[in-house]
């Protein structure tokens, strides 16, 4: 197919001639051009269809304003549903497809809807699909939703990636017309350090798409030629393909840069986009204005565009959507793309000017005082109906219309800091208010400046005054010569019609929605943009919301500003949503911890699990073992008979030096650690100020002043926080000093009759491990294998006469090896993370499961711990009644009478005999699993009045999983309750 | 946000963790008669202004430092920042 | 005016001319039985189920704005009765029943729909409790079902399993919990409320309480004063502010939370589904786009607005569950005042000052609550007793040590 | 001597090294660690014995003063890390404990971290892609401390176009392709 409405000159390359595919048709086009302008060079006007009633649909701008021609982009796993054809850039071998339409865009079956429009009225949906109540699920919705929706997505993973920056500036200037490249002039030439970002690929903003004269030459050609003088400046960035998406706190931009949508694929290792957060200390606001609508009936066809649009096809891109053009207008901006059409030689069938005093022209016929009533052409325009000022009508064919409603200043991020725009009445637009975000100022149309002279200078003046608040002596170039012409406007909205005129052509809300939705109360702002949908379609309202608004001023007969404004809010155009993700999926979502025998676990074949961000063994297979409670019993049973090793390197490690050491510890845990002699180990318990158990772990003075705390896995950054906390903000005089130590040092527990045989074959001589010189809750500095310094603790998790063991990490791997070589002896086995859960089971031992913050010292049946004799964090607000009450619940064991039958946690206790009800409900289980020492299964759970009922039978239930059974309750202490195996 | 720490200057807010209003510091004395009242207050009554607020937040990928900013929470406007441990010791907390 | 089918048709055969106001606009009158302090959901709620339910005359809403435009104007529409605690559960299940049966009784589609909530859990200890808290809404009348990773991948199957950082072990699924559509639920309200009698003054902040004696005699507003027997604030985000009037410092923080909307899109989300390793819940409106949230952004703000970080943080949850919606577009975003109490459960009680109530600190989970909380609210208006379903949402929790803190979080807002 | 053989943080016998265009990323485990924390009241005293090993001040607020043997980067209020040559200096945190006596808590540090160097021309422009720093405007002799993809690290500039990154030891992996991948990216 010919580009058969291909013009000349533009600022494509025609040296470059790209096939691509729209649909099952291929086309040519030129690098340089968008989507929308090489199909529109091919003769293609239709390009979508809207999204109720699926009428066809062309571009209305060229921009990323676009509520019409989107499509899919791309095929397979890089789809890109609802993207506008009119900013994508083209490549070669493209691929797009229309979408929303059924079989085929030319014929939509959906199409029907239009025909029952009527029915399809505002909110109608709020009115029916009532009866009977059942049918909304199983009837309505279904084909509701299935008719919704715009662009599908692949349904596969996205195969590129995103990146996130950071970057930081003096002045960020967002947009590159002719205000921001005179800004970024006057700022770069003055030595601040600038950012200039622009949305599009070819940086100059309307300068690109006009043909008056900038400084004697194009504005095209000045807009080149200045931005080479920018990249050239060390301290100025110029980022094209650079949309600012968001104004937040404090000077901050999100800005997303599209690095590889121009191309297929992105080459290998670059990512897709990269979100940049731009810390700037000022920003100038240069985002240019919106031409906007005139609505009147049947506005929508496919050839009916914004006036300044054609002018960017005819100038930019040398394409015009027709070759005989009619324009219609209520300002002289219509007129310019008459102008321009004319020079490249394209019909300009008539301009229909609203306004009494429209200028006249020898190159083309002008109806004053007209307005355009109705229109033709299903899949495009063929022909206007205008409404002659004498009255009578007069018929023109023609294959596109140019709109022009007067200029909308593009205002958006100045409102994302809550800021709203004030009417302008020469402008007949709302302009920027007073209340901007900090930092920012506004230059250029964006501020109600249009003229491309008022613009330059307004982008200059904007950075000298920034320049001069920040203290940079501004060293202002000359600016160029060019066209100053003063807007001329007469408001003119909208061409009363009974009959359907479009005011949201993507969402398909007309002017008739507008005056239904008066009509029927929804009249403040909001409750119009909610109730009818206007403006809340991908184009986010920028050219549909001020006509709504005067529409809706005209029916409720107020002034447009006191009908108000709606807010526009981040992104300023639709963002990718992998963008903000960055690098952060799949695997690496979150940071991954591995602890220092890892590479040995793995060679063992361990399977690992997730706790907190670490990976930590779960359990070590044997050959032969196919279920992992075998592999699970034989380590707990091999442990308790002989020894076994854990690494516990992932609990918490905080090093607590100074003299008030012991004080400071005093005042975070519970229970007393003042007098703690140095060379033992405590454990300890840690409230939150509401009296609530917030951690548990243990305390090991090395020195007088000297300790090494230990927190759980999980809650290891919140305690340090914490302890922090107290430090700096509660006792700031106390003479004590923290850091973390958890990664510093590699820890394994050595549990079981034979660890102290064990350790004893690595430890130096003159390290004693006999009972009486370190006994149970012992500590000490010691070396081993010959020298290498090492922390020694007798501690025990499992129950058993057990140690823990920690060196530099480095040498964690070499220590794990030399445990396990000299341990073969006595048949010595690594345990993982269920068979420690085994054992601390058995014991009676509490973790995260019991701790889940809501439990109590007393509900632990460590009530008596918590000292009167003195202040501690959360000591007096555990006091309060309902924290205290006789019938707490208190932890106990359960064991199923049936031995048999599992105890699953999460299941809930009941009095025997007692109906399954909620108010019946007596406790629930906590942690449970088989424990091979006493052969069946057995659970810790809470229990009301729990202490007092050892030996009842009480009824288990979980309806959610099946469970009905009877469990007896027993102390916590299933295994060696006396505790004489860890005092061996 | 960007708050402006007093020996670093200004760091991005996504370093800190917040925690509350700055009265948290004002820690009763667990030996006052009415000790129990006044810890309740103390841990659960909040003005809560749409305005200026004193508030903790917590340098934890930065320096460590507690920090008492005092924000405009309608504005979000930061006027002022302390060191935490400066702002206690002058309300008199000791050991 | 009854709306119906047909009554969409006979309109749309005529032009649409017969449709009426869906509220009255009224001026104040100088003194009602009842004033209800903030036109949002649950102010609308409890006017109506007051005129409805305990046949009560003479009640204004006062709205500062335009009803409808906090949290219930903006939220990420879930509907569910999920929780664990049995100061909770049964006010929640209670609310999700008078949701089931919500558009008949309002004569109003709010599109309430039942498409099911999945909780997905991804550690043993994260199943353990989700089989306890399932076992506690079974228990309480609700429904809950426990998934497996397959059960879950038939409903979602391009949830992320493969390359997980955090393994799908499967999930907590309340069939009956859904969404509906947010402002409807303002709006039918407003209108049911509207042809009971009530009342609703757009554009009329109230600005003091008159008080004497300990009791309450009316509310100044900027539309002048206005006379109540009783007076029930429901102002959410402004509770502190609001009952400052009245001398009272409150367990609340007010923080600002996020929600988000995405281009519109070929139905892909049946249901809503919650990510367990964060905090992220996901569905799809019927207009196709999908509709998201995450974690307040965790500092007091009244501003209305999050930042950056927070957003960043709620995508990359999107795509740690959702890989394929890399390509998706992030189409707008709000953000909200949210009313943080020091437990993260709600207040409905009376306070010191004899004809004042108070209902607030609902943090970000008002509008599921939406029937329910008005329907509390509007009995201990009328009968000054707590309904049967809403006895633990008592101002005086904190003294008592009765807290109700379903994430296990303490007394710390923006944990909850 | 003791005989257990040491592991780098990426878990090899050697260091690893990456190179992406002209930028070499180098894992370096031949620093020895430890903090050093003022005691209350020991401000002065803890800062001046600092000096004295340092030949110099005591590095202030964000600097990283470099000297042979040790060197040392401000931490916190009165709190700083002090490094030195692993081969000579394993028992750093016994010899500081040694020369600060009680005007100062030390910790060993060493194998809390692992240490990164990145060399070469582009390393401002990865930077970017890693931590929000204002790294143009970041002077040799500086450190701070930042975050990169949610790890806690510290960014030291040695170089104009060297900078040394350490971040936690049992994260060592996640670090290191968190780098290289802004490495492929920006150069």
């Given amino acids: 197919m010919s580009q058969k409405n291909r013009l000349d000159g533009g600022l494509i390359d025609r040296s470059e001639t790209w096939s691509f595919r729209f649909d099952s048709q291929y086309y040519k086009g030129h690098k340089g051009d968008t989507l929308a302008s090489a199909l529109l060079a091919n003769g293609v006007r239709l390009m979508g269809r809207s999204f109720k009633y699926h009428r066809p649909r062309g571009p209305m701008t060229a921009g990323s304003e676009e509520p019409n021609a989107i499509v899919e982009l791309r095929e397979g796993a890089r789809k890109e549903p609802n993207t506008r054809a009119t900013t994508i850039e083209l490549y070669d ?13 030319a014929f939509d079956a959906m199409e029907v809807n239009d025909l029952l429009s009527n029915f399809f009225a505002a909110g109608f949906y709020y009115k029916t699909f009532m009866w009977p109540a059942a049918f909304w699920e199983k009837v309505y919705e279904p084909i509701i939703r299935r008719a919704a929706g715009l662009g599908s997505l692949s349904l596969q993973d996205d195969p590129d990636g995103y990146d996130k920056g950071f970057l930081h500036c003096d002045l960020l200037i967002i947009g590159g017309g002719p205000a921001g490249l005179a800004a970024a002039l006057t700022a770069g030439e003055s030595g601040a350090r600038v950012i200039l970002c622009d949305e599009d690929f070819l940086i100059g903003g309307r300068l690109n798409l006009e043909t008056y004269e900038v400084g004697g030459m194009t504005g095209a050609a000045w807009a080149a030629g200045t931005v080479a003088r920018l990249q050239a400046m060390p301290n100025v960035r110029v980022m094209p393909r650079t949309t600012v998406i968001g104004a937040f706190d404090h000077g901050i931009y999100g800005a997303v840069e599209r690095v590889s949508d121009h191309l297929a694929v992105p080459e290998d290792g670059k990512p897709r986009q990269i979100l940049w957060r731009i810390t700037s200390k000022r920003a100038l606001l240069c985002a240019g204005a919106t031409e906007r609508p005139i609505v009147f009936e049947n506005n929508d066809r496919p050839g009916i565009m914004q006036t ?30 008459a102008s321009d059409l004319v020079a490249k030689g394209v019909e300009v069938v008539s301009v229909i000017d609203t306004r009494a005093d429209a200028p006249t022209s020898s190159d083309y016929d002008v109806i004053a005082r007209g307005v355009i009533d109705q229109t033709w052409g299903r899949l495009g325009l063929s022909q206007i109906e205008v409404k002659m000022p004498k009255g009578g009508i007069r018929r023109i064919k023609c294959g596109a219309l140019g709109v022009s409603g007067g200029w909308n200043p593009n205002v958006h991020l100045t409102c994302h800091q809550g800021g709203r725009p004030v009417w302008n009445e020469a402008l007949a637009a709302f302009v920027p208010s007073g209340t901007l975000p900090p930092g920012m100022t506004v230059a250029g149309a964006a501020n109600g400046v249009f003229s491309t002279h008022g613009a330059l200078q307004s982008g200059a003046d904007g950075a000298k005054a920034i320049l001069a608040d920040l203290g940079i002596k501004a ?29 949201d052509q993507q969402n398909d809300v007309t002017a008739k929605d507008i005056k239904l939705a008066h009509q029927e109360n929804y009249v403040s702002v909001e409750h119009l943009k909610r109730y009818t949908t206007l403006g809340m379609a991908t184009d986010q309202g920028k050219t549909s919301n001020i006509a709504g608004l005067a529409i809706m001023a005209e029916v409720a007969g107020k002034a447009i500003p006191d009908v108000g404004t709606t807010m526009f809010r981040p992104p300023y155009t639709p963002t990718a949503m992998g963008v903000f993700a960055g690098r952060a999926w799949g695997m690496e979502v979150r940071p991954t911890r591995l602890t220092p025998s890892h590479k040995w676990a793995e060679e063992q074949g361990a399977v690992f699990t997730e706790a907190g961000l670490w990976l930590r063994a779960q359990w070590y297979p044997k050959p032969g073992e196919t279920h992992w409670r075998q592999s699970c019993d034989r380590e707990v049973m091999q442990t308790r008979k002989s020894v076994g090793i854990c690494d516990v390197t992932s609990l918490g490690k905080i090093d607590v030096q100074g003299a008030d050491a012991a004080a400071f510890l005093n005042k975070v845990y519970c229970n007393g650690m003042a007098k703690l002699p140095v060379g033992k180990v405590r454990y300890g318990l ?30 290891a950054v919140q305690v340090y926080r914490h302890l922090e906390f107290v430090r700096q903000c509660l006792c700031p005089r106390m003479d004590v000093q923290l850091i973390s130590t958890t990664d510093a040092w590699a820890q394994f527990s050595v549990a079981g009759p034979n660890s102290r045989k064990l350790l004893e074959k690595i430890v130096d001589d003159g390290v004693d491990l006999s009972n009486d010189a370190f006994p149970f809750m012992a500590c000490a500095e010691i070396t081993i294998c010959g020298g290498l310094r090492a922390r020694l603790f007798r501690i025990s998790f499992s129950g058993e006469l057990a140690y823990e063991i920690a060196v530099p990490t480095r040498y964690g791997d070499a220590l794990v090896r030399r445990l396990m070589q000299a341990g073969e002896e006595f048949d010595v086995v690594p345990y993982g993370l269920e068979a420690l859960n085994v054992m601390r089971i058995e014991k009676g031992h509490v973790t995260g499961n019991e701790l889940n913050g809501t439990t109590t010292a007393l509900n632990l049946g460590m009530g008596r711990m918590v000292s009167k004799a003195k202040d501690s964090i959360g000591s007096k607000l555990s006091e309060r009644p309902g924290l205290t009450e006789p019938d707490a619940l208190k932890l106990v064991g359960l064991k199923p009478v049936n031995p048999d039958h599992k105890v699953p946690a999460g299941a809930h206790l009941m009095t025997k005999g007692d109906k399954v009800t909620a108010s019946n409900d007596q406790g629930y289980v906590t942690s449970a699993c088989y424990s091979p020492n006493l052969g069946c299964h057995i659970a810790l759970g809470f229990l009301k009045s729990g202490d007092t009922r050892i030996g009842e039978t009480i009824r288990l239930v979980s309806p959610l999983t099946g469970v009905d059974h009877e469990v007896e309750v027993v102390s916590p202490h299933f295994f060696d309750p006396e505790g004489e195996r860890l005092r061996a | 946000m960007i708050i402006n720490h007093p020996l670093l200057g200004p760091r991005d807010s996504s370093e800190f963790v917040y925690l509350g209003d700055a009265c948290l510091i004002n820690r009763p004395d667990w030996q006052a008669d009415d000790a129990l009242d006044q810890f309740i207050e103390y841990g659960h009554t909040r003005d809560n202004p749409a305005g200026l607020h004193r508030e903790l937040w917590y340098h934890e990928q930065g320096d460590r430092s507690w920090l008492v900013v005092t924000r405009n929470t309608v504005t979000h406007e930061i006027t002022q920042v302390e060191l935490a441990r400066d702002v206690a010791r002058a309300e008199g907390r000791s050991k | 005016m009854r709306y119906s089918g047909f009554r969409v048709i006979k309109e749309a055969l005529t032009g649409h001319r017969g449709w009426g106001p869906a509220w009255r606009d009224p001026d104040p009158k100088p003194d009602y039985d009842y004033v209800i302090i903030g036109g949002g959901g649950h102010g609308l709620a409890t006017a109506y189920y007051l005129a409805k339910e305990y046949k009560q005359a003479r009640i204004a809403v006062l709205e500062k704005s335009w009803i409808g435009g906090g949290n219930v104007g903006r939220n990420t529409t879930i509907v569910r009765s999920n929780y664990l605690l049995d100061g909770n559960e049964p006010f929640y299940e209670f609310s999700l029943k008078l949701w089931e049966g919500l558009e008949q009784d309002l004569n109003y589609n709010a599109m309430m729909s039942q498409r099911g909530i999945i909780n997905l859990m991804h550690s043993d200890a994260q199943r353990d409790a989700y089989i306890r808290r399932g076992n506690a809404m079974i228990l309480n009348g609700a429904d809950a079902q ?34 509906a559509r947010h402002d409807a639920v303002a709006w039918g309200y407003a209108r049911a409320a509207d042809q009971r009698g009530v009342d609703i003054i757009q554009n009329c902040e109230v600005t003091g309480f008159r008080i004497e004696g300990g009791k309450i005699l009316g509310v100044e507003t900027s539309r002048g004063y206005i006379g109540a027997k009783k007076v029930g604030a429901c102002v959410a985000g402004s509770s502190s502010k609001v009952m400052a009037y009245a001398g009272m410092r409150l367990p609340i923080e007010s923080h600002v939370l996020q929600a988000f909307v995405s281009e519109g899109l070929k139905p892909v989300l049946p249901g809503v589904i919650t990510f367990g390793a964060g905090h992220f819940y996901c569905s799809q409106s019927d207009k196709g786009g999908l509709v998201f949230g995450g974690n307040i952004d965790g500092y007091n703000s009244y501003a209305q607005r999050g930042n950056l970080p927070m957003v960043e943080d709620v995508m990359e949850e999107a795509i740690a569950m959702f890989p394929m919606l890399g390509r998706a577009r992030l189409l707008r975003s709000w953000g909200g005042i949210m009313d943080m109490s020091m437990d993260g459960t709600p207040i409905i009680d009376k306070t010191h000052i004899d004809g004042l109530y108070f ?58 | 001597m003791h005989d257990l053989a040491p592991l780098c943080a990426l878990g090899g016998a050697e260091p690893h090294t990456d190179q992406v265009a002209g930028v070499t990323l180098t894992e370096n485990p031949g620093h020895g660690l430890a903090s050093v924390a003022a005691r209350l009241g020991q401000e002065t005293a803890c800062a001046d014995h600092l000096g004295t090993l340092l030949g110099s001040d005591a590095p202030g607020v964000g600097a990283w003063v470099r000297s042979d043997p040790m060197s040392a980067f401000w931490m916190g209020p009165d709190q700083w890390m002090v490094s030195a040559p692993f081969a000579t200096h394993e028992d750093l945190a016994a010899q500081l404990i040694q020369r600060f006596g009680t005007s100062a808590s030390i910790t060993e540090q060493t194998d809390a971290w692992v240490w990164f160097d990145m060399q070469g021309d582009g390393v401002e422009q990865v930077m970017q892609l890693c931590a929000n720093i204002d790294i143009e405007k970041m002077p040799v002799g500086a450190a701070a401390r930042s975050v990169i993809h949610y790890m806690g690290v510290y960014v030291l500039r040695s170089a104009p176009d060297a900078l040394s990154i350490l971040g936690g030891r049992s994260s060592a992996g996640s670090l290191h392709h968190a780098l290289l991948t802004a490495m492929k990216s920006a150069l």
């Avoid at chain 1, 071998?93 to 865009?105: F, M, T």
């Avoid at chain 1, 300044?308 to 219509?334: E, H, K």
């Avoid at chain 1, 003063?486 to 479009?502: D, L």
């Avoid at chain 3, 609550?369 to 949402?393: E, N, Q, R």
């Fill in chain 1, 475 to 503: 060293s202002a170039p000359a600016l160029p010569e060019a066209e100053d012409t003063p807007v001329r406007i007469t408001p003119f909205w909208h061409v009363k019609t009974a009959k359907r005129a479009w005011v």
């Fill in chain 1, 93 to 105: 071998g493209l691929r797009a497809n229309s979408q929303n339409r059924w079989p085929s865009l």
């Fill in chain 1, 686 to 715: 840690m409230l939150r100020e509401d009296g609530i158990v917030m951690d548990d772990g243990t305390a090991a003075r090395l020195a007088e002043d000297h300790f090494v705390v230990t927190t759980t896995t999980a809650k």
């Fill in chain 3, 359 to 416: 209902n607030g600190g609902w943090c970000y989970g008002g509008f599921k609550a939406t029937p329910a909380s008005g329907f509390v609210y509007a009995h201990l208006l009328a009968t000054d007793t707590p309904h049967h379903t809403a006895t633990a949402f008592r101002l005086d929790r904190f003294h008592t040590g009765h807290m109700v803190d379903e994430k296990g979080m303490g007394n710390q807002p923006n944990l909850h």
């Fill in chain 3, 146 to 179: 426990l998934l497996d990773q397959k059960q879950v991948l038939e409903k979602y199957p391009f949830l992320n399993v493969k390359n997980a950082r955090f393994p799908v072990m499967g999930g907590l699924l309340q069939a009956r919990a859904g969404t």
């Fill in chain 1, 308 to 337: 300044s649009a054609i002018r960017a096809y005819t100038n930019r891109w040398a394409t015009t959507p027709a070759q005989q053009v009619a324009i219609f207008t209520n300002n002289d901006d219509g007129h310019r793309t």
